[in-house]
């Protein structure tokens, strides 16, 4: 077995706590429903928020799912790139799988799905 990473990403409506939970909630849960990944497969997440999300880490999503109070976890602010995509919340997943890299299902959504078109792309013929 290896370790993979899975990338997700997802904007966030409002820089509030509920709103960031709540996105991060749903990328996480959809990122582990996608890849099939069980939470004992999880080595670790880091989760990063753009310069205008600061209500709360979005880490505090993974302490709301089941099973996940002994994934380790790290939040980071991405760099402030002028005319990057605002709102946003992106996840890298380490998992132990037998997957290849081409069976793992990265998972843009919202309007993050704009950060890799062409990795959606792809995965909507699988």
């Known amino acids: 077995m290896g370790v993979r990473g899975i990338r997700g ?3 966030v409506e409002s820089n509030t706590r509920e709103s960031i939970v709540a996105a991060a909630k749903l990328l996480l849960e959809e990122m582990v429903k996608q890849n099939e990944v069980g939470v004992d497969d999880i080595v670790s997440v880091l989760l ?3 310069q205008d999300l600061q209500a709360t880490f979005p880490a505090q ?8 109070e002994y994934v380790p976890l790290m939040c980071a602010q991405e760099i402030p ?3 990057s995509l605002p709102s946003c919340i992106r996840v ?5 799988t037998e997957k ?8 843009f959504l919202r309007d ?4 890799r078109p062409d990795l959606a792309k ?3 013929k699988r």
């Open 92 to 96: 890298m997943m380490h998992v132990n």
């Open 100 to 107: 290849s890299a081409r069976e793992i299902h990265h998972v």
């Open 48 to 50: 990063t928020t753009t």
């Open 9 to 11: 990403a997802i904007t």
């Open 122 to 124: 792809r995965l909507a």
């Open 81 to 83: 790139v002028p005319g």
């Open 61 to 68: 999503a993974a302490r709301l799912l089941e099973g996940w």
């Open 112 to 115: 993050a799905v704009s950060l």
